[in-house]
């Protein structure tokens, strides 16, 4: 059967800092100069984030533009004492899209890797309020630190941070269609704090989660919104843990080839 096009709602005026509502009767679009936080602000007729203000906390966090030795794999390694190459993983989208509880779902159900400890820094309702960790090795020689970033708007600085040397990246959206905007102002957040060599160059795959829902945005539709055509994607169930793993060893897979070459 082919997909039921859902109408996504159109883009509509958010408060800096204020929680995503759904549509106003009178977007107030320009009514407060948006504070310079690096938070996201979305308008009734685009979707904008604040450009200048994510642009310097990612310079303050140190994300540089690439240097040529990052893209030639094995050039650019880091290992820690023990000699083993360290490759960091992040899982980056809005939030509520799931990504703490894909980390979880893998912490628990993914034997053939070793695991560390699972480091949660969130609020008592569960949600990240710095990012999620766990150190996963594959064999003597590799360990990837896995994160998860703090999804909401108000955390943009922690969230950028977390992007400090990230080596391969899993963007998780949300597929329910009141989460649309939520979706664009990640994914545009992401690319003005990578900047476009970055994310031309590193290894991304795109997660569509909660496609259990009844009214789940058909495929093509997200891709094509959040201009993500081309990067390997799946469609991921993660309170049911459906496809998490394969999206990972996907993951894992590109980075160590991104990284090491091999
Ligand atoms: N229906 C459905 N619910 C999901 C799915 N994945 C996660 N959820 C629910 O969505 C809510 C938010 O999940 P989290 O994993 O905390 O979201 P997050 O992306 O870590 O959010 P932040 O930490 O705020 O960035 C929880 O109630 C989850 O149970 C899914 O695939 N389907
Ligand atoms: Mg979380």
């Given at each position: 059967?082919?997909?039921?096009?859902?109408?996504?709602?159109?883009?509509?005026?958010?408060?800096?800092?204020?929680?995503?509502?759904?549509?106003?009767?009178?977007?107030?679009?320009?009514?407060?100069?948006?504070?310079?936080?690096?938070?996201?602000?979305?308008?009734?007729?685009?979707?904008?984030?604040?450009?200048?203000?994510?642009?310097?906390?990612?310079?303050?966090?140190?994300?540089?533009?690439?240097?040529?030795?990052?893209?030639?794999?094995?050039?650019?390694?880091?290992?820690?004492?023990?000699?083993?190459?360290?490759?960091?993983?992040?899982?980056?989208?809005?939030?509520?899209?799931?990504?703490?509880?894909?980390?979880?779902?893998?912490?628990?159900?993914?034997?053939?890797?070793?695991?560390?400890?699972?480091?949660?820094?969130?609020?008592?309702?569960?949600?990240?309020?710095?990012?999620?960790?766990?150190?996963?090795?594959?064999?003597?020689?590799?360990?990837?630190?896995?994160?998860?970033?703090?999804?909401?708007?108000?955390?943009?600085?922690?969230?950028?941070?977390?992007?400090r040397g990230v080596d391969g990246?899993?963007?998780?959206?949300?597929?329910?269609?009141?989460?649309?905007?939520?979706?664009?102002?990640?994914?545009?957040?992401?690319?003005?704090?990578?900047?476009?060599?970055?994310?031309?160059?590193?290894?991304?795959?795109?997660?569509?989660?909660?496609?259990?829902?009844?009214?789940a945005m058909p495929v093509d539709?997200?891709?094509?919104?959040?201009?993500?055509?081309?990067?390997?994607?799946?469609?991921?169930?993660?309170?049911?843990?459906?496809?998490?793993?394969?999206?990972?060893?996907?993951?894992?897979?590109?980075?160590?080839?991104?990284?090491?070459?091999?």
């Amino acid at each position: 059967m082919p997909p039921r096009e859902v109408t996504p709602p159109e883009a509509v005026a958010v408060e800096p800092g204020e929680p995503f509502k759904l549509p106003r009767e009178t977007p107030r679009v320009g009514a407060r100069e948006p504070e310079p936080t690096g938070t996201i602000v979305a308008s009734s007729t685009e979707l904008r984030i604040e450009a200048e203000s994510t642009s310097n906390i990612a310079r303050a966090a140190r994300i540089h533009p690439r240097r040529v030795t990052e893209i030639v794999p094995g050039t650019d390694l880091r290992r820690d004492d023990e000699g083993r190459i360290r490759i960091k993983i992040v899982f980056y989208g809005p939030s509520l899209s799931g990504k703490t509880t894909a980390l979880r779902w893998l912490f628990a159900n993914v034997r053939s890797l070793g695991k560390g400890r699972i480091v949660e820094i969130g609020d008592e309702l569960g949600r990240t309020t710095y990012f999620d960790f766990i150190p996963v090795s594959a064999g003597n020689r590799v360990v990837f630190d896995v994160f998860t970033v703090a999804g909401q708007r108000r955390h943009a600085t922690q969230r950028i941070n977390v992007l400090r040397g990230v080596d391969g990246l899993i963007f998780m959206a949300d597929s329910a269609p009141e989460m649309m905007n939520e979706n664009l102002a990640s994914i545009q957040e992401l690319r003005i704090a990578l900047g476009t060599d970055r994310m031309a160059t590193l290894p991304i795959v795109v997660a569509l989660n909660k496609r259990d829902l009844p009214n789940a945005m058909p495929v093509d539709r997200m891709l094509q919104m959040l201009d993500l055509h081309g990067y390997p994607t799946f469609t991921t169930i993660a309170t049911e843990g459906k496809n998490l793993l394969r999206m990972m060893q996907r993951m894992l897979r590109d980075a160590i080839v991104f990284k090491i070459g091999i």
